[in-house]
């Protein structure tokens, strides 16, 4: 009797590190759709901090907010947000510093998240969509831009590191709960 014939296993994901693989082309899309959405979102309520674009109130109409729900020194606490988001979101659509991109968006959201928590879940007064900017920009942080990013013609990141993500998630955890400890 001989033994039954065995063909050779293929790994889950055929691409080498080219990445000329269908699995990573989809992967690398999914990717840039993320990072786009997520990255569009987080601009366009940045310039509506920052600008007042897209019905947004502006830096004044901001910090007039953010002294309404606790934060110490409204306008810069409105700049800083407004910033954040703006470039935070531009640099994601971009694939560009992703792991601090995420974090940015993350550490922001996280915010976010404190201010309505007594909203409940859902919408409009609910935090779902928060939580959601959140686990999204997590995501990315932890697994990348994927090829289609700028981040790809920086060295250091050129290949994603896991470490490089915790540690900028870690890096927003702190942040935003040293700025929530200010809020009080």
């Given at each position: 009797?001989?033994?039954?014939?065995?063909?050779?296993?293929?790994?889950?994901?055929?691409?080498?590190?080219?990445?000329?693989?269908?699995?990573?082309?989809?992967?690398?899309?999914?990717?840039?759709?993320?990072?786009?959405?997520?990255?569009?979102?987080?601009?366009?309520?940045?310039?509506?901090?920052?600008?007042?674009?897209?019905?947004?109130?502006?830096?004044?109409?901001?910090?007039?907010?953010?002294?309404?729900?606790?934060?110490?020194?409204?306008?810069?606490?409105?700049?800083?947000?407004?910033?954040?988001?703006?470039?935070?979101?531009?640099?994601?659509?971009?694939?560009?510093?992703?792991?601090?991109?995420?974090?940015?968006?993350?550490?922001?959201?996280?915010?976010?998240?404190?201010?309505?928590?007594?909203?409940?879940?859902?919408?409009?007064?609910?935090?779902?969509?928060?939580?959601?900017?959140?686990?999204?920009?997590?995501?990315?942080?932890l697994t990348g831009p994927g090829r289609l990013a700028a981040d790809r013609a920086l060295p250091p990141l050129r290949e994603h590191r896991t470490t490089h993500g915790v540690g900028a998630l870690a890096l927003a955890v702190i942040t935003a709960g040293v700025v929530l400890l200010l809020r009080g």
């Amino acid at each position: 009797m001989t033994a039954p014939s065995t063909s050779p296993t293929r790994p889950l994901d055929t691409d080498g590190p080219a990445g000329a693989g269908p699995r990573g082309a989809g992967l690398d899309a999914g990717l840039l759709l993320l990072r786009i959405a997520v990255g569009a979102i987080m601009a366009a309520h940045g310039t509506q901090k920052l600008f007042g674009w897209f019905g947004g109130g502006g830096i004044d109409g901001t910090a007039q907010f953010f002294t309404s729900v606790g934060y110490p020194a409204g306008e810069a606490m409105a700049t800083v947000a407004a910033l954040t988001e703006t470039f935070g979101g531009l640099a994601l659509i971009l694939g560009l510093l992703t792991p601090l991109a995420a974090a940015a968006v993350t550490g922001t959201m996280i915010n976010a998240l404190a201010v309505k928590w007594n909203g409940g879940f859902f919408s409009p007064d609910g935090v779902e969509y928060e939580l959601l900017l959140v686990a999204a920009s997590a995501a990315l942080a932890l697994t990348g831009p994927g090829r289609l990013a700028a981040d790809r013609a920086l060295p250091p990141l050129r290949e994603h590191r896991t470490t490089h993500g915790v540690g900028a998630l870690a890096l927003a955890v702190i942040t935003a709960g040293v700025v929530l400890l200010l809020r009080g």
